[in-house]
């Protein structure tokens, strides 16, 4: 049980768990770039990092020439970088930004160079909502928001947090695209595991709307397995060897969390009760 005890409390010291993360590729799909932050507190120093990847390999493309600039809604730029930058490491990780209200901005990044050769310049544009606009829930479609679905997310996760642009979604959307579907052991357990899903998750998602409490005991229920996942962002996963095992191992891990702690907590309440 101490080992179990242990499994447990890894994923919950996954720091950050919930970082909200972006991944879009360039206009002309020469690169994808990555964007990840904590929730944005206005009128504080946020701390924004951006990935330059190669799209072939998923691997950070190092030397990329780039510029940003952050604008609000209708056109009030509130920061940008005064020329061309290099990074040689393909990383930006101490981008330091005050957004001074709530509301929605648009993160423009142009990249010019890539291995200290000029290209014609890409851009890819990231939606950054802050404070209200970021707590606003999206209306979707009843075909839409479905994880085999082109553009989809997770209906419970979606009702929990309020938003399909929420962080815990964004991550259930991103470890979909970018890990299970890349092998056919994940497709074929994401067809399985759709036709049992979608049975009964428009039920459970209508009554966390209408059951405020029911919400927000959804929210502690689903945030173990969350951290859980958070797990497959941190290794390597290239083969259908590595995605059997890691996925067991996050089934196991989950079975532990959900199963095993709570028997073993009515075991030792009844074994104290007969004391």
């Not at 994808?32 to 998923?58: A, M, S, W, Y």
């Not at 996925?247 to 028997?263: A, D, F, R």
């Amino acid at each position: 049980m101490k080992i179990l005890f242990v499994l447990l409390l890894v994923p919950l010291l996954m720091i950050p768990a919930f970082a909200e993360t972006q991944t879009l590729p360039t206009d002309k799909n020469t690169l994808n770039v990555k964007l990840t932050h904590d929730e944005i507190v206005v009128g504080d120093l946020n701390n924004l990092r951006i990935d330059f990847l190669n799209p072939q390999t998923k691997e950070i493309q190092v030397h990329i020439d780039y510029e940003i600039e952050i604008s609000k809604e209708g056109g009030e730029t509130i920061f940008q970088t005064p020329n061309l930058i290099h990074t040689s490491e393909g990383s930006v990780k101490g981008l330091k930004v005050e957004f001074p209200e709530d509301g929605s901005y648009s993160m423009k990044i142009s990249v010019e160079g890539i291995l200290f050769q000029p290209i014609p310049k890409e851009i890819v544009s990231f939606d950054i909502l802050v404070g209200e606009a970021n707590a606003q829930p999206i209306d979707v479609p009843e075909d839409d928001g479905k994880m085999d679905g082109e553009n989809g997310g997770c209906l419970i996760a979606t009702a929990t947090f309020g938003s399909e642009l929420a962080p815990q979604v964004q991550q259930l959307r991103e470890l979909r695209d970018n890990t299970v579907l890349k092998t056919n052991s994940g497709i074929a357990f994401m067809t399985t595991f759709n036709q049992f899903y979608y049975s009964f998750s428009p039920a459970v998602a209508d009554f966390e709307r209408e059951q405020p409490v029911f919400k927000e005991v959804m929210k502690v229920t689903l945030t173990p397995m969350l951290s859980s996942l958070s797990l497959l962002n941190h290794v390597e996963i290239d083969s259908e060897q590595e995605m059997l095992g890691y996925g067991i191992s996050i089934v196991l891990l989950n079975l532990g969390m959900y199963v095993g702690v709570p028997i073993f907590g009515i075991l030792k309440l009844y074994q104290f009760r007969k004391n």
